[in-house]
C-alpha cells in the first residue's frame, strides 16, 4: 500500500483545507504520516492519498428500498419530532445566546463532503473542526449535556436524511478533516456507503472504541449492507432496533471517540 502511496504522492494529494472540494471524491485513499503536516482531527500528524478509483455499486436494496425507508422515516420524523424542535431551540437560546443549529463539513458517501446539521449543544467559541475529545474544555452547556445524553442533538439530522445526505442507519459522517479514520474506514469499503445517524460501532459500544475497531464494524456493515437485498435489510433493521434500545437507555451517540473506553476499562 505504501509504495503504492508514494507513486501517487505527486498525482493525488489531499491536505486538511476545510474551503476546498475533496479531489478524493470516488477515490481509494490510505493514510500517509507525515511531520510536515498538521495535527489532524484525529490527533495525528498526515494526510491522505489516493490509490485509485472506487469501483463500488450500490445494490436494489441501498439504491431504491433503503433510501425509500429514508425518506418516509425522516418526513416522519421531521414532523413527529417537531414539537421536542421548538423546545429544544427555545432552552439553546436561553442557556447559550447564539444559533440554535450546527453545522459542520463532515465526509459523505464516496469520500465526498456535505454539510451536517445538529443542535447546538456546545458553547459559540468553540472551534468548528475539533472533536470534542480533543478540547482542553469541552465548552458543553447544560441544555447541550442533557440533549446529547438524549441524543436529542442528532435529531435535526432527519432533514440531512431527507436531503440525501445520510441514511438512518450506516457509519456515523467523519469529521473532514479525521483522515486516519477516513482512511481506516476505506481498507474495509465503509465509505463507499451513506453515513448515518446511527450504525453497527455505535451499538457495539458506542463511538468511544478504537478507530481500528471502529472502521472494522463500519467495514462489516458496508460488507452486509452489498452483500444482498435480504442481508442489508436485515442488517439495517437489527441496528435500527438496538439503537433505540440504547436511545430509550440514555446511552446516546459519543462521537469522535478514539479509544477512551478500552483505556477506561484497562484501568
Known amino acids: 500500500m505504501s509504495i503504492i502511496a508514494k507513486k501517487q ?14 479531489p478524493l471524491y470516488k477515490k481509494r485513499v490510505i493514510f500517509i504520516e507525515d511531520d510536515n503536516d498538521p495535527v489532524n482531527a ?26 425509500a425507508i429514508d425518506v418516509i422515516l425522516s418526513f416522519g420524523g421531521l414532523i413527529v419530532f417537531s414539537p421536542i424542535y421548538a423546545i429544544t431551540a427555545i432552552a ?47 465548552g ?7 440533549i446529547r445524553k438524549h441524543s436529542i442533538d442528532e435529531i435535526s439530522q432527519f432533514w440531512n436524511i431527507f436531503r440525501g445526505d445520510m ?15 477516513t482512511a481506516e474506514r476505506d481498507k474495509y469499503g465503509a465509505n463507499d456507503v ?25 467495514g462489516e456493515y458496508a460488507k452486509k449492507l452489498h452483500e444482498s437485498s435480504w442481508s442489508g435489510f436485515k442488517t439495517d433493521a437489527d441496528v435500527f432496533i438496538k439503537s433505540v434500545f440504547a436511545v430509550l437507555g440514555s446511552d446516546g ?14 484501568e
Open 253 to 266: 451517540v459519543v462521537e469522535g471517540g478514539t479509544g477512551a473506553m478500552k483505556k477506561e476499562t484497562a
Open 42 to 67: 484525529d490527533g495525528k500528524k498526515g494526510h491522505l492519498e489516493a490509490t485509485g478509483e472506487s469501483d463500488y455499486r450500490p445494490n436494489f436494496y441501498e439504491k431504491y428500498v433503503k433510501r
Open 9 to 22: 504522492r505527486d498525482n493525488d494529494i489531499y491536505l486538511n483545507d476545510p474551503d476546498e472540494q475533496n
Open 140 to 146: 458543553i452547556t447544560k441544555v447541550g449535556a442533557f
Open 92 to 138: 439553546i437560546k436561553i442557556d447559550d445566546p447564539g444559533p440554535v443549529f450546527f453545522r459542520q463539513k463532515r465526509i459523505a458517501q464516496g469520500n465526498g463532503f456535505f454539510e451536517l446539521i445538529k443542535f447546538r449543544s456546545m458553547s459559540v467559541n468553540t472551534p468548528d473542526n475539533v472533536p470534542t475529545h480533543m478540547l482542553k474544555n469541552g
Open 167 to 181: 441514511s438512518v442507519i450506516g457509519p456515523r459522517p467523519a469529521l473532514w478533516n479525521q483522515d486516519y479514520l
Open 194 to 218: 451513506k453515513p448515518g445517524l446511527t450504525g453497527l460501532a455505535q451499538i457495539s459500544g458506542r463511538d468511544e472504541l478504537e478507530i481500528e475497531v471502529k472502521a472494522k464494524l463500519d
